[in-house]
């Protein structure tokens, strides 16, 4: 099992940054890939932006150039970095892993609200 615990949401308004942390622990030997996806009222959760254990990194079109996916592989943390946040970012973030036999877990979920 891997438990993640995400942190860093909140409040900010148009054209802020916030910074997303989740932090894994467990049985971590096996992390393949980590993403944050969100989803917001109504709509389907998305990817967001995912980076592999060799740390390539990969982004949906509307955040690339405004957010960063990082990882600190001796802290076990996946970051975000979400800079010129837009009204339309606002959702609940999540974190995902992935290991390399397959399995998923997702995290609890941290709420974004970007304010106009």
């Known amino acids: 099992q891997v438990q993640l615990v995400e942190s860093g949401g909140g409040l900010v308004q148009a054209g802020g940054s916030l910074r997303l942390s989740c932090a894994a622990s467990g049985s971590i030997f096996g992390i393949n890939v980590i993403g944050w996806y969100r989803q917001a009222p109504g709509k389907q959760r998305e990817l967001v932006a995912a980076i592999t254990s060799s740390g390539s990194t990969n982004y949906v079109d509307s955040v690339k150039g405004r957010f960063t996916i990082s990882r600190d592989n001796a802290k076990n943390t996946v970051y975000l970095q979400m800079n010129s946040l837009k009204v339309e970012d606002t959702a609940v973030y999540y974190c995902?892993?992935?290991?390399?036999?397959?399995?998923?877990?997702w995290g609890q979920g941290t709420q974004v609200t970007v304010s106009s």
């Open positions: 995902r892993v992935s290991m390399t036999w397959g399995t998923n877990y």
